[in-house]
């Protein structure tokens, strides 16, 4: 495979040979529903995900966590299922089944043997389109949501990430909680979160994928049969649904600065920036930088702040992109005495590498750590099946390993330097729970970019 292959929206059939002799092929129905899997040989089990491309920016006021609410609904029961039949399908093949709710889309997946794929693609393709969305399984529901997020409310670092993304994100969809909070959950209607569910899983918003032992005319096969048992009309003519603008968007800070008090041991602290877009063409050199400062355990933030100072058992940097908008940040958990230490140690080693670059060796570390970390991480079918649909939902490309490998061979210091110094240039936000106050941090960064 040489080169990005594109997934056009108007092309119905592709097939294309990946590394590892594996073959992707992909579908597109006359109703818009789009299947793609990648046949991997040798595999026993596959992973099966039906997504949607709707996640918590898209929510309306009336409705903020909806996106999340529907995911927990959908496993409670259709016409032909109880939620304890969904369950014990999978229980009783020694399969896994879930979802996920992310910020801009949504996932509902399952694991299982060869022999049981037809089996999940019924029973989710089942949840997906007919859920009851029962009045008393909602209400109970809403129960469990609150539990789970006072569950998060109690994880300071939970609870300091989430500071973190609306600090540096301010008013952006994208920095809002996914989940919600309890005041929306206690007041939003099962007639917002229908109106949600109608308006976001039709079959043009559904992309559906499978990677491991499947066979790619059989998954169609059982997909356009359980869709069409489901009721869904698949004969109707529709395009998919666009896939989102990828242009980037100026963000405007919120808070330079966001401390919680709280009586706890450590102090979570993290520093952000904007980051990158999805789309941007340095988003592999962000893997570069972010390998280098705070990607592992020889990394600058884990020597520096924990094996030469002993400052933090927990040091590392992140990046998050989005398809308009991203974060970058830091975050390093210590005793309240060393909170200012370690946020001016965790800056002050972004900005040496901004200022004086990368040596030879940290760039030829970070390459074998992330091109490992890649090729191992596609011996799990979990991963194969989320790379094609995050290539469908988002970009519209799938890059395949080897040629993930080659572009990022080609990154080199003055590339990985330049990102840095963009980073540093950005307005910083800095957020931390624990037991301090704004007095430690007063002046942080000279209020850095006010």
Not at 60 to 82: I, M, Q
Not at 166 to 189: M, Q, Y
């Amino acid at each position: 495979m040489n080169g990005a292959i594109e997934l056009p929206l108007d092309v119905a059939e592709l097939s294309f040979a990946a590394s590892g002799d594996a073959l992707v092929r992909r579908t597109v129905l006359p109703s818009g529903v789009r299947i793609l899997s990648e046949h991997v040989p040798g595999s026993r089990s596959a992973t099966l995900g039906y997504w949607v491309a709707v996640g918590s920016r898209d929510e309306l006021p009336a409705g903020y966590g909806s996106t999340h609410f529907l995911e927990h609904l959908l496993f409670k029961g259709t016409p032909t299922r109880t939620a304890l039949d969904i369950a014990i399908a999978f229980d009783s093949v020694g399969g896994e089944h879930n979802a996920l709710t992310a910020k801009e889309h949504t996932c509902y997946y399952a694991k299982v043997r060869d022999r049981d794929l037809a089996m999940a693609v019924d029973v989710i393709a089942d949840m997906l389109t007919g859920s009851l969305l029962d009045p008393t399984e909602f209400e109970t529901e809403r129960g469990v949501i609150l539990e789970e997020l006072a569950m998060a409310e109690d994880d300071p670092a939970d609870v300091a990430s989430q500071n973190l993304f609306e600090a540096v994100l301010g008013d952006h969809a994208l920095g809002r909680p996914i989940g919600g909070t309890p005041e929306v959950i206690r007041e939003v209607s099962r007639d917002a979160v229908f109106a949600h569910y109608r308006e976001n899983y039709r079959p043009q918003d559904l992309v559906i994928t499978a990677a491991g032992a499947v066979d790619h005319d059989a998954l169609v096969a059982d997909v356009t049969a359980a869709l069409s048992a489901a009721g869904w009309d698949l004969t109707a003519t529709a395009r998919p649904v666009e896939r989102r603008v990828l242009d980037e968007s100026v963000v405007t800070r919120r808070s330079h600065l966001s401390v919680e008090t709280r009586p706890i041991e450590q102090v979570h602290v993290l520093i952000g920036f904007p980051g990158l877009a999805a789309a941007d063409d340095r988003r592999l050199t962000m893997g570069v930088l972010n390998s280098i400062l705070g990607g592992g355990m020889s990394s600058r933030l884990f020597q520096e702040v924990r094996e030469k100072r002993g400052l933090a058992y927990s040091v590392y940097s992140f990046a998050a992109s989005y398809s308009d908008a991203g974060v970058f940040g830091l975050y390093g958990a210590c005793s309240p005495a060393k909170a200012r230490q370690v946020a001016d140690l965790m800056l002050s080693e972004l900005q040496r590498l901004a200022e004086d670059g990368v040596t030879a060796d940290e760039l030829a570390r970070a390459y074998g750590q992330l091109s490992g970390a890649s090729a191992l991480a596609l011996e799990d079918s979990d991963t194969r099946m989320s790379r094609l649909g995050r290539a469908e939902i988002t970009l519209g490309e799938f890059l395949d390993l080897d040629e993930s490998l080659e572009r990022l061979a080609l990154i080199t210091a003055d590339e990985v330097q330049a990102l840095a110094a963009d980073l540093v240039s950005r307005p910083l936000s800095l957020a931390a729970v624990g037991a301090v106050d704004d007095d430690v941090f007063a002046g942080f960064a000279g209020n850095h970019q006010e």
